[in-house]
């Protein structure tokens, strides 16, 4: 199934198109429509313009997450969205708001739809991206934790002199999500590609893998072998 | 008396003028304490709305297929908050105006469907500055007029009333809402040009019904 898609409705046309390039170079295979400016070009929210992004992506399958800047930019969205249902009233299902800062969650949102989540995965990642890109870093995620059952544990060194940026902490986490195990890196939850990209680490930087469930010695292999490997050469 | 789909188009016509005539009023009270488009882009809207009004081939039949093409000429031809508020009410008052006439109870059932619709696109309450602080005492007006069996066309002449007492209130408030809660205190001491054209507004429905009531156009 082709991934979530995504709109990003903003007061400028200048500021959605930047917005949708920059979440589209993390993720090349999602549909990622600009909806900015008045349908003539001014600042502002046209209904007209929502209103055709709403109707492309509201076709994809697996939905779309709408992302929207400054106040009035939510309103019409919203009022968009209640003229279509009148229509198509299958429509609000597929569709997902989501109060999130305009670039980090579009950013967060791409990658997510990119790394196969569903409309509620995308959704939630944009909506906790707030803390992932401030210019705090955030807090350290402890190192270990505790669960139940046994876990297995392994330490690497990270090939990829960028360490897990976005691209290969959304190809990690695709690789992870549908094993029945959980996995973390230090601390941070293998499937989540926020949590991957908020360790903050460099190529040639150890990190400690763990992973318990029934599928743990399987998701642990698949981690190691990919963090072993630069991301040019993921396949 | 009852009203029905002339006063509607009446009701436009009239609130397309008096936005005109007041359209640099509007201006002049948004650039006070927002962003200076209140009034054009109204302006713009509502002459919009004419033009598609002139372009119908068909009249419309009932007040809320009206209201309807207000609704939705406003949301794609105004930018900025308005559209979606003003946009979204219209839409609900065309909504619970499906009927070829309207009595007084009805035009309270319309009232109060327009400002359910711009609380829950706006999200304000009142007294946050915000044209709620129009609508809100309209409504109340509208109410109190209609459980004394007042006819139609008085119970949208308390809604004005309620409405221009509304709107003057919001002078002393401080925004907590929109654009204007950007300057905190400083808002106050302007009256919210949205309280002023939701005003404006209905002056003109109640207006329009006088006018159909003084003809005795609709039994």
């Known amino acids: ?235 | 008396m009852t009203l029905d789909v002339n006063w509607a188009l009446d009701w436009v016509r009239r609130t397309a003028q008096v936005i005109a005539e007041h359209r640099d009023e509007l201006v002049e009270l948004d650039r006070q304490i927002g962003d200076g488009d209140h009034g054009e882009n109204l302006h713009r809207g509502f002459t919009a709305v004419l033009h598609r009004l002139d372009a119908l081939t068909e009249p419309p039949a009932q007040v809320g297929d009206v209201l309807r093409l207000v609704a939705t000429t406003l949301m794609s031809t105004v930018g900025g908050a308005a559209g979606p508020l003003f946009g979204t009410a219209y839409l609900r008052a065309a909504r619970a105006s499906a009927v070829s006439t309207l009595d007084g109870t009805a035009t309270v059932v319309l009232l109060e469907a327009a400002l359910d619709g711009i609380v829950q696109r706006g999200k304000a309450a009142p007294g946050e500055k915000t044209m709620v602080d129009a609508w809100t005492p309209a409504v109340e007006a509208a109410v109190a007029a209609a459980d004394n069996g007042a006819p139609a066309s008085a119970v949208l002449a308390a809604a004005a009333d309620g409405a221009r007492a509304g709107a003057l209130a919001t002078t002393p408030m401080v925004a907590t809402k929109g654009r204007a809660s950007y300057l905190g205190e400083r808002s106050a001491g302007h009256l919210d040009p949205g309280a002023r054209s939701s005003e404006l507004i209905l002056r003109a429905a109640a207006d329009a019904a006088e006018a159909a009531a003084a003809h005795g156009v609709a039994p």
Do not use: N
Not at chain 1, 171 to 194: H, K
């Open chain 1, 1 to 235: 199934m082709s991934p979530v898609a995504l709109v990003l409705v903003s007061h400028s046309r200048a500021l959605a198109a930047g917005a949708a390039e920059l979440a589209g170079q993390m993720a090349p295979d999602v549909l990622v429509l600009p909806a900015g400016g008045t349908s003539d070009g001014r600042l502002g929210t046209g209904f007209d313009v929502v209103e055709a992004a709403v109707l492309r992506a509201g076709a994809a399958p697996a939905g779309a997450v709408l992302l929207s800047d400054l106040g009035s930019a939510a309103m019409t969205a919203e009022t968009v969205l209640e003229m279509l249902s009148e229509r198509d009233a299958t429509l609000p299902s597929r569709l997902r708001m989501v109060d999130a800062p305009f670039v980090e969650g579009a950013v967060a949102a791409a990658v997510a739809a990119q790394s196969g989540a569903d409309l509620d995965g995308v959704a939630r990642a944009a909506a906790g991206a707030a803390g992932f890109f401030g210019a705090q870093p955030p807090a350290k995620l402890p190192r270990s934790t505790a669960c139940a059952g046994t876990v297995v544990r392994a330490l690497v060194v990270l090939a990829d002199p960028h360490g897990l940026h976005a691209r290969p902490a959304a190809a990690l986490a695709a690789r992870l999500a549908p094993l029945d195990a959980d996995v973390r890196i230090d601390g941070a939850d293998g499937r989540s590609v926020l949590e991957l990209m908020s360790l903050r680490t460099v190529g040639g930087h150890e990190v400690q893998v763990e992973a318990w469930g029934p599928a743990a010695e399987r998701a642990l292999t698949l981690a190691v072998a990919a963090l072993r490997t630069p991301a040019e050469r993921w396949t």
